[in-house]
């Protein structure tokens, strides 16, 4: 389980394609608190870690990306040079200061605009049909594994939508939310009490 709350930005440093694609990230964690085996969001994608190297504030770290996870994923996430959004999992005790995020990536958005906010911007992303029914004004979203609260949804002629979220200044320097532009493509996770409501009013139907 995650919070939505990045703590560091990494870099795809290699690109491997075995039996699945195994890709190589460097970042500015501590191995030593890396386990092998353990659970990283890479941009809201829940990887297992099966190497790891490097020294304090150079480390690296391997993750398998299964044929799956590419395909429910932004379409040329997976390269060099690509920066990810970095949560290891939440621990007992730790401070949940977004939601509770799974790191099972839903679907992939599309940033629609981009308008400055006072300090922040507004940032507005369609939704594909089959996710647009999760979506709700003050509800919780998860955008490349970044915690965020949904400020308006327009639903659309297709039964596709609209929504927007605020970035504030902090968010889009720590992350790679402030970097976006329209047409670029982020990985969607709805608010997983969303889901599991749609799922209870769907079998009352």
């Not at 560091?8 to 990230?25: K, P, S, W």
């Not at 997976?78 to 949560?87: A, F, V, Y």
Request: aromatic content about 4%; hydrophobic content about 40%; proline content about 4%.
């Amino acid at each position: 389980m995650f919070t939505g709350i990045v703590t560091a930005i990494g870099t795809i440093q290699e690109v491997r394609q075995t039996g699945d694609l195994r890709i190589v990230i460097a970042c500015p964690f501590d191995p030593e608190t890396i386990a092998i085996g353990a659970s990283i969001a890479c941009s809201g994608t829940c990887l297992t870690v099966v190497d790891k190297g490097g020294s304090k504030g150079d480390c690296w770290f391997a993750v398998d990306i299964s044929a799956e996870s590419v395909a429910r994923t932004v379409p040329g996430r997976w390269e060099q040079g690509t920066r990810l959004n970095l949560e290891p999992a939440l621990k007992l005790g730790d401070e949940l200061g977004g939601h509770i995020v799974t790191g099972h990536v839903d679907g992939v958005g599309t940033v629609v605009s981009v308008e400055p906010q006072g300090d922040s911007h507004r940032f507005t992303f369609a939704a594909s049909a089959d996710l647009a029914p999760y979506l709700a004004p003050k509800g919780s979203i998860t955008i490349d594994g970044v915690s965020l609260t949904v400020n308006e949804v327009a639903d659309q002629a297709d039964g596709a939508c609209h929504f927007g979220v605020n970035i504030i200044p902090h968010t889009g320097e720590v992350t790679t939310l402030g970097a976006l532009t329209p047409g670029d493509g982020v990985n969607l996770e709805i608010d997983v009490l969303a889901r599991y409501l749609q799922r209870m009013q769907s079998l009352r139907g």
